[in-house]
């Protein structure tokens, strides 16, 4: 064997070692790695000249390791030894390990990310536990099982020194909401680490429309969502959601255009969340085929408007938060404004009708969904800022 020098540590965790033998002969290099098992690095045939080369890999030496004693043999197409060839027993070591002492690792964050956020921000990729400076294959799968669009660096994922590696991953803002799987797979030390992403899209209300005229006091809104996810659902006067919304918008310019400015208490309409008549206990689930429906009974006729969020509740019914410690919501829906008018009867005193009202007190914001009536209080602050920050771009 002529390279590498004997005693002169490899700069390299793949070595590349040649030397000369019987031309169409088979050179193996094996070598003791974890659990004190016989692997092999590689292997390559004699040429017709005598000279041979052969790329290595020493993907199980074990975590940390930067010895390993190795032996080079060579065999004839039976798999004995070649007569009169000697093996080779030499000592490689390494400047840095070729398998990291750091465990196997792959983290997303958040790991609950939003349609938006995954495609404006993007979702953070990290991983631990492959060979040094070796190239890996990053691959997307999405809702349907198959390979997603995504755009990460402009450069090949190549881990670092440590075995690490990190990229952002971001969607296109077509994508839609479902399970992802993100997989990372080392060239060399065949390593492959996957992960999970429930991706949450935003919510519609497909139904009332906007503008529509409804009779009686029962309205059944349906709409679309994540499979999965549960729905919040929110119903106000127009009167009140205009003034709640002026006035959320007018704080926010007060302050600087912060997204941290807070309406005036009076601002939100204070039954959102605490009114026990004004929330629900019924978890709003989107079904298999991405649908959801609720029917909601009204205090009054009137002017309403309409608008849904997308969150992830637990078994318990409370919102899930991601490991950034946000709750996961998504939206809100596109407002939906329409009128809700009183019934008519026939009685027997008259041929006409009679239009007749709704008893009951001011029609207080009405909050449907279990877990997320927590999250809704703020909920028409929280669609003022998403549309005013959609607006400004």
Request: charged letters at 15%; hydrophobic letters at 40%; aromatic letters at 6%.
């Amino acid at each position: 064997m002529s390279t590498p020098p004997d005693g002169v540590p490899s700069t390299t965790t793949t070595p590349v070692f040649s030397g000369t033998g019987t031309p169409g002969s088979t050179v193996e290099i094996a070598y003791i790695g974890a659990g004190k098992k016989v692997f092999t690095a590689g292997s390559a045939t004699v040429g017709t000249d005598g000279t041979w080369t052969i790329t290595t890999s020493f993907a199980d030496l074990g975590p940390g390791i930067t010895k390993a004693v190795l032996t080079v043999d060579e065999l004839d197409a039976t798999g004995a030894p070649v007569s009169g060839a000697t093996p080779v027993i030499r000592l490689v070591s390494f400047t840095r390990p070729p398998v990291q002492a750091q465990g196997e690792s792959i983290v997303l964050t958040p790991d609950y990310p939003t349609v938006d956020g995954a495609s404006t921000i993007g979702i953070g990729l990290a991983t631990t536990g492959f060979a040094a400076d070796e190239s890996l294959v990053v691959t997307v799968t999405g809702p349907n099982g198959k390979a997603a669009v995504w755009a990460g660096s402009e450069t090949a994922p190549v881990a670092d020194a440590d075995g690490a590696f990190s990229e952002l991953i971001t969607l296109p803002a077509t994508a839609t909401g479902g399970e992802y799987v993100v997989t990372v797979t080392g060239a060399t030390s065949k390593l492959v680490l996957s992960k999970k992403a429930s991706v949450l899209g935003d919510p519609t209300i497909t139904s009332p429309t906007a503008g529509q005229r409804l009779i009686g006091t029962k309205v059944t809104f349906t709409g679309t969502g994540t499979p999965g996810s549960s729905i919040g659902l929110v119903v106000v006067p127009t009167g009140e959601f205009k003034a709640a919304e002026a006035a959320a918008t007018s704080a926010a310019s007060a302050g600087g255009g912060s997204s941290t400015a807070k309406a005036p208490a009076a601002a939100t309409p204070s039954a959102a969340a605490s009114d026990p008549t004004g929330s629900s206990d019924e978890n709003i689930v989107v079904g298999a085929a991405g649908t959801w429906s609720v029917t909601v009974t009204l205090p009054k006729p009137g002017d309403y408007t309409a608008f849904a969020i997308a969150g992830l509740v637990d078994a318990a019914g409370d919102p899930v938060s991601d490991n950034t410690g946000l709750p996961v919501l998504a939206g809100p829906s596109a407002d939906v404004e329409f009128v809700l008018a009183a019934p008519t009867i026939v009685t027997a005193s008259t041929t006409g009708q009679q239009e007749l009202a709704f008893t009951g007190t001011n029609a207080a914001p009405y909050v449907v969904s279990g877990g997320l009536a927590i999250l809704l209080g703020a909920g028409l602050l929280f669609a003022t800022r998403r549309r005013r920050e959609d607006g400004a771009e």
